[in-house]
């Protein structure tokens, strides 16, 4: 599988992808950022792992227009997002172990799992994809 990576031309295809219960993993990361670079042949041996899942990298600086100000403490950083929750958002070790396993337990959660524990998550609010694409739209 191939990584969508967002951009204005790529934004409608995001856009479907987030309106449907197919898990997306996204990576943010940095143009300038070293440890970015050396982790993309990564996160694409992680979506040719994961063919039913969407894959989408993030420059969160170039792409601040589309989705605002995004806080990321470090890189590389993933959202796991199912339709209208947030999974998981949070910074991981290079390689592809560990996200490997985030997204397998993710996606073994049925959708009433997942937003009940989406709802206790502070970055519920905070990492939307969709409703950060639709307030950078109004």
Known sequence: MSILTL??????RLQQWL?????LVACLCAAWCDVCRDYRPQF????????DKHFLWIDIEDQ???L????VENFPTLLIQRSAHVAFFG?????????DRLVQ???ALS?????????????EQQFHLRRRLDDAAA
């Not at 951009?7 to 409608?12: F, I, K, M």
Request: net charge negative.
């Open 7 to 12: 951009n204005a031309d790529t934004l409608p």
């Open 19 to 23: 309106r449907s219960d197919d898990l």
């Open 44 to 51: 694409e041996e992680l979506a040719a792992l994961h063919p």
């Open 64 to 66: 601040s227009d589309l």
């Open 68 to 71: 605002g100000d995004i806080d």
């Open 91 to 99: 910074s991981v070790q290079p390689g592809m172990q560990l996200a």
């Open 105 to 107: 337990a993710q996606a």
């Open 111 to 123: 959708g009433e799992e997942l937003a009940r524990m989406a709802s206790s998550h502070a970055h």
